[in-house]
Each structure stands twice: as structure tokens, then as C-alpha cells.
């Protein structure tokens, strides 16, 4: 829901915004159109009384069910796990855990109040840093050694010509974001879990998935 080049961020979103198509990178935008469709398929058949609800989550964190999933939402807690990075961009993340995103999704089949709406399913920010800190307290004592020195924007730029990664995060370095989660809680009920655990679990998750017994070398 917010992504491409927003012209304000000085504001809490709600499920009223959308991302700007002409300035999102190609991910975001094939979610963004495909709701957009799915919008408009309901629209044009008024007479066979479908029903759409959308959830849309941010940032996915939580425990993988096998090592096959979550091949994006894992790759920032992999590398931050590996050491595999100069350091941490000062960028800012939108989470949620992954049971939540699915307790959403069940409740949405019955719940009489979210036909014809879509909802934000977001629990908090973190910046990058709180992330790296929540790992390496828990897992520096067993031998981890994860990045905990910010770096400056301008590496990030320098970065973003050859990493994937460095080049989605750069265009939103030091804007905080933040997310309305209140439509939500009020018609789903839904009690959030804490981002620690999602991190951590994760983290332990890819830890047996990926084989990551023999942590990083100083």
C-alpha cells in the first residue's frame, strides 16, 4: 500500500492510500495492479453477487514452515545473520508476523463487516538497526555476529547499482512510515504479536532450514 515515490509521509496511512504506479518498482506494482483488477472484476458483475475482501500486510516476518518459504521476507534476517553486509542503511521497516497475516485472512471468510473493504494488516516499525539489535542479543552468545554499525547513505547509493536489495531500500533511507492498524483491530478483533518474536523465531527458522550451525567468523 506504500511504495513508489509517496509525496507525503508526514502522515499515519490508512487503508484510503494507495501506492503511486508510475514510481513503483515492478513487485510492488504487479500487487498493486492486481488488486486494482480485482477491484474492477467485482464492479463489472454486480449481478452475480461476489464478494472481495484484501488484506494487504507489510513487511512478513515469523517461523518458515519449510526451507522453500518465505524467499523474500527471509532474505534481510539471512544476511543480517550471515554478516553478509557493510553494515545497516538507516531505513525503516513495516512488520507483521506471518500467523497474523493468516489469522486475518480466516477471519475475513466469515466476518460480516469485511466484505468490499480492504485492510492494513501491520503491527509496528522497525528501523533496520532495532532489528539487528533484537538479533544480536539473542543470538551474539551463540556465536553470531551480527552488523550493528550504521553506514552512510551515500555507500547505500553506491550499493544500489549492483545489489537488489540496497537499490528498493534506497529511495526511502531515513523516512519513517507509519500505518494506521486501527480498521483492522476494530472489525477482526486482531491482537498483534510482538515483532521480537517474529524476529527471533524467523531467525531460528532459518537457522535449521538453511544449515546455519557454524556461525559467521569475525
Not at 480466516?106 to 522497525?126: D, K
Request: aromatic content about 10%; proline content about 6%; charged content about 25%.
Amino acid at each position: 500500500m506504500v511504495d513508489g515515490k509517496q509525496k507525503k509521509l508526514d502522515k499515519v496511512f490508512n487503508e484510503e492510500d494507495w501506492a503511486i504506479e508510475a514510481t513503483c518498482a515492478p513487485y510492488p506494482k504487479s500487487k498493486l495492479m492486481a488488486e486494482r483488477a480485482a477491484w474492477d472484476f467485482i464492479k463489472s458483475i454486480p449481478e452475480r453477487n461476489l464478494e472481495l475482501v484484501v488484506i494487504n500486510p507489510c513487511y512478513i516476518l515469523g517461523p518458515l514452515l519449510s526451507k522453500y518459504g518465505g524467499d523474500t521476507s527471509r532474505t534481510l534476517i539471512t544476511r543480517l545473520l550471515k554478516n553478509d553486509m557493510p553494515g545497516l542503511a538507516a531505513t525503516q521497516f513495516q512488520i507483521v508476523d506471518v500467523r497474523d497475516v493468516a489469522n486475518a485472512h480466516v477471519i475475513a471468510l466469515t466476518n460480516p463487516n469485511a466484505p468490499g473493504h480492504r485492510f492494513c494488516c501491520y503491527q509496528t516499525s522497525l528501523w533496520m538497526k532495532d532489528i539487528a539489535d533484537i538479533l544480536s542479543k539473542e543470538f551474539k552468545v551463540k556465536g553470531f555476529k551480527i552488523p550493528t554499525t550504521s553506514v552512510p547513505n551515500g555507500l547505500v547509493w553506491v550499493v544500489s547499482f549492483w545489489d537488489p536489495g540496497a537499490e528498493y531500500i534506497y529511495p526511502r533511507l531515513g523516512k519513517e512510515i507509519n500505518i494506521s492498524n486501527e480498521k483492522i483491530k476494530l472489525n477482526f478483533g486482531m491482537d498483534f504479536r510482538d515483532v521480537r518474536e517474529s524476529i527471533i523465531e524467523m531467525a531460528n527458522s532459518i537457522i535449521e532450514f538453511d544449515g546455519l550451525n557454524t556461525p559467521n567468523k569475525e
